[in-house]
């Protein structure tokens, strides 16, 4: 299966627009693994593309095709470099992070809450026990 050339030119601008070159680039190709029989068993398909500099790797064996997941590969490397270089990385762990932050004050308000709940049962219980009759 082959790309347009559209699509090769369009990776390779954005290469360019990034900074990167092919040399900074290490690629390697390894047999997938899932569905795809015979190809995927006896071809290499499967691309482990590394970025030198970041040291950013991405593996890619989404096709059958080693032309196709080469292009997909690089496309996914260019988008994390992209988002590092934006701090967009950082930005998505601080989001995280502060959602996290609210789980846990909302769990603390929820145990709260169980625990006042509770207390107000024991205590409709408590009024339900028996009448004792006042001796005089």
Do not use: Y
């Amino acid at each position: 299966m082959s790309i347009s050339p559209e699509k090769e030119k369009a990776i390779l601008e954005r290469m360019t627009r990034l900074g990167i070159s092919e040399e900074d680039l290490r690629e390697t190709f390894v047999r997938s693994s899932g569905p795809g029989g015979q190809n995927v068993n006896k071809t290499s398909t499967c691309v482990h593309l590394v970025h030198l500099p970041t040291g950013l790797f991405v593996k890619c064996q989404q096709d059958r095709s080693q032309n196709v997941n080469r292009l997909l590969a690089r496309r996914l490397l260019l988008d994390r470099i992209e988002r590092l270089r934006t701090g967009q990385v950082m930005a998505e762990k601080a989001r995280i992070e502060k959602i996290r932050r609210q789980k846990k004050r909302r769990s603390k308000r929820a145990q709260e809450k169980t625990l006042e709940l509770k207390h107000r049962q024991s205590e409709k219980k408590k009024l339900r026990g028996k009448i004792e009759a006042e001796t005089p």
